[in-house]
């Protein structure tokens, strides 16, 4: 109820700010709250799964003064659609299921919780995070609602953006020797049940590591649940209260693509 509240007190305001040509944040969100980017930029150094073809290409075209007298910056990017902070879109793992422009908005900006078993990845790089961290975190802090943006922390973003550390390998071409933490099948299927809206987490795979099968992007997505990976700055957030605006590249036909994220935290 608080957070329907926070949320409906910050439409209001946003709708009364319409109009102007440039508004500040403070203007667009209640008295206390505040806006946290869980976005990594992408550039030359920005993690990918060690079998793509390429990485974040940024080439300029131009940059400089022109003729009539004005400055102009102009330049092309290419990279593969995984990498970086990113969306999964259900056919990534799902034959049938949405793609990138199919997702509903209530997909993409809903309430959060944040499970945080950053204490067992810290003892086990190839830890998952299982049905009783799930049931643990209701008996704390309340029963996970369906529409829930469900967000994972395993304290792995402290390796950004070393690739040896951040995935456990780095060997180009090779991703046999992967480890970092992700979601084991019996909580991605949790996690369906209770029909969340979508689920991220701070690291390059909502599977862990070590995956053949790729099973929790399995399990998701055939239930149309799209991933979240590489998230930021999962520290900064409460257990409960923050929404989520996670807004991809809106690419017809995409299995995922760069995603900008960010949490608006309420007032307290």
Same mark, same amino acid.
């Given at each position: 109820?608080?957070l329907?509240?926070?949320? @409906?007190?910050?439409? &209001?305001?946003?709708?009364?700010?319409?109009?102007?040509?440039?508004v500040?944040s403070?203007?667009?969100?209640?008295?206390?709250? #505040?806006? !946290?980017?869980?976005t990594?930029s992408? /550039?030359?150094?920005?993690?990918?799964?060690?079998?793509?073809?390429s990485?974040?290409?940024?080439?300029?075209?131009?940059h400089?003064?022109?003729?009539?007298?004005?400055?102009?910056a102009?330049?092309?990017?290419?990279?593969?659609?995984?990498?970086?902070?990113?969306?999964? =879109?259900p056919i990534?793992?799902?034959?049938?299921?949405?793609?990138?422009? %199919?997702?509903?908005?209530?997909?993409?900006? =809903?309430?959060?919780?944040v499970? /945080?078993?950053?204490?067992?990845?810290m003892?086990?790089?190839?830890?998952? &995070? %299982?049905?009783?961290?799930?049931? @643990?975190?209701?008996?704390?802090?309340?029963?996970?609602?369906?529409?829930?943006?469900? &967000?994972?922390? @395993?304290?792995?973003?402290?390796?950004?953006?070393?690739?040896?550390q951040?995935?456990?390998? +780095?060997?180009?071409? +090779?991703?046999?020797?992967?480890?970092?933490?992700g979601?084991?099948?019996?909580?991605?299927?949790?996690?369906?049940? #209770?029909?969340?809206?979508?689920?991220?987490?701070?690291?390059?795979?909502?599977?862990?590591?070590?995956?053949?099968?790729?099973?929790?992007?399995?399990?998701?997505?055939? *239930?149309?649940i799209?991933?979240?990976?590489? !998230?930021?700055?999962?520290?900064?957030?409460?257990?409960?209260?923050?929404?989520?605006?996670?807004?991809?590249?809106k690419? #017809?036909?995409?299995?995922?693509?760069?995603?900008?994220? !960010? *949490?608006?935290?309420?007032?307290?």
């Open positions: 109820m608080k329907q509240l926070f949320v @409906s007190l910050w439409v &209001l305001t946003s709708l009364g700010c319409m109009g102007r040509t440039t500040p403070s203007r667009l969100l209640p008295e206390g709250a #505040r806006l !946290v980017d869980l990594y992408f /550039d030359e150094n920005t993690p990918y799964w060690p079998t793509s073809p990485g974040f290409e940024l080439k300029q075209l131009s400089g003064m022109t003729e009539a007298g004005f400055f102009y102009s330049n092309t990017l290419c990279a593969p659609e995984h990498g970086g902070t990113h969306l999964d =879109a990534h793992f799902a034959e049938g299921k949405m793609s990138a422009e %199919q997702l509903p908005l209530e997909r993409l900006i =809903a309430p959060a919780v499970i /945080d078993f950053s204490a067992d990845a003892k086990e790089p190839d830890a998952l &995070l %299982q049905p009783a961290h799930i049931e @643990s975190f209701e008996k704390e802090h309340g029963p996970i609602e369906p529409g829930t943006i469900v &967000l994972v922390r @395993s304290g792995w973003g402290k390796y950004w953006p070393n690739k040896k951040y995935l456990g390998d +780095d060997t180009p071409g +090779d991703a046999s020797k992967l480890h970092f933490p979601i084991s099948r019996e909580a991605a299927e949790a996690l369906v049940t #209770r029909k969340v809206a979508a689920v991220g987490i701070d690291t390059a795979s909502v599977d862990y590591g070590p995956s053949k099968d790729f099973i929790a992007h399995q399990t998701l997505m055939k *239930a149309d799209p991933a979240f990976e590489n !998230v930021a700055a999962m520290e900064q957030l409460p257990t409960r209260g923050a929404l989520i605006l996670a807004l991809p590249m690419i #017809r036909g995409g299995s995922g693509g760069p995603l900008r994220i !960010v *949490a608006v935290l309420p007032p307290g």
